[in-house]
T-cell receptor, first 111, second 116 residues
Framework: EDQVTQSPEALRLQEGESSSLNCSYT??????LFWYRQDPGKGPEFLFT???AGEEKEKERLKATLTKKESFLHITAPKPEDSATYLC????????????FGRGTSLIVHP | NAGVTQTPKFQVLKTGQSMTLQCAQD?????MSWYRQDPGMGLRLIHY???????DQGEVPNGYNVSRSTTEDFPLRLLSAAPSQTSVYFC???????????????FGPGTRLLVL
């Protein structure tokens, strides 16, 4: 059974204070990974797809990386508008149609 | 494209009442799914569909029914509402579910349900 664990559960940063969010997973064969952002009262919104270990993707102040066991979402010089819950997910395994989501990291960036 | 739409945005039910949460997508996606999101529990899959006429159970299907008569629509029915079904419900769609390259999910805005 696939497992996805995100840490920390909550993170408070000052504006400009860089940090990283972690997504570790146990899967039967690495199949890539998704990152989503969820604003309060809204549905998750797609950020990145990482297909294989060693891959990196960037979008504004966010950079996602992937290894064989975990993914990091690095936030460089965050702004208050980066405050959100960040979710990671792995696609279904062979013979399954059910993706596995982590419980998310709630990020608050103070001005 | 409107993407994934859900109605209603908010609903209050009494225990034992039934209702249908509507979900529609205009991206011609084959895969659609329903999740519930509760504090501290993350997203939990209720039911999913891999195409019109094909549905299957997710992790927490009890108390819910689905059908998929068209590619666009995927309604979720609560048969007899219970307080434990108080939650936020999200509908999602993707081109497919089986691979990373086509499995990016697009979520609707959610329906907040309160069962008294």
């Amino acid at each position: 059974e696939d497992q996805v664990t995100q840490s920390p559960e909550a993170l408070r940063l000052q504006e400009g204070e860089s940090s990283s969010l972690n997504c570790s997973y146990t899967v039967s064969g690495l199949r890539g990974l998704f990152w989503y952002r969820q604003d309060p009262g809204k549905g998750p919104e797609f950020l990145f797809t990482l297909y294989s270990a060693g891959e990196e993707k960037e979008k504004e102040r966010l950079k996602a990386t992937l290894t064989k066991k975990e993914s990091f979402l690095h936030i460089t010089a965050p702004k208050p508008e980066d405050s959100a819950t960040y979710l990671c997910a792995v696609p279904p395994g062979k013979g399954s149609y059910i993706p596995t989501f982590g419980r998310g990291t709630s990020l608050i960036v103070h001005p | 494209n409107a993407g994934v739409t859900q109605t209603p945005k908010f609903q209050v039910l009494k225990t034992g009442q039934s209702m249908t949460l509507q979900c529609a997508q205009d991206m011609n996606h084959e895969y659609m799914s329903w999740y519930r999101q509760d504090p501290g529990m993350g997203l939990r899959l209720i039911h999913y569909s891999v195409g019109a006429g094909i549905t299957d159970q997710g992790e927490v299907p009890n108390g819910y029914n689905v059908s998929r008569s068209t590619t666009e629509d995927f309604p979720l029915r609560l048969l007899s509402a219970a307080p434990s079904q108080t939650s936020v419900y999200f509908c999602a769609s993707s081109y497919s579910a089986g691979t990373t390259r086509s499995g990016t999910q697009y979520f609707g805005p959610g329906t907040r349900l309160l069962v008294l």
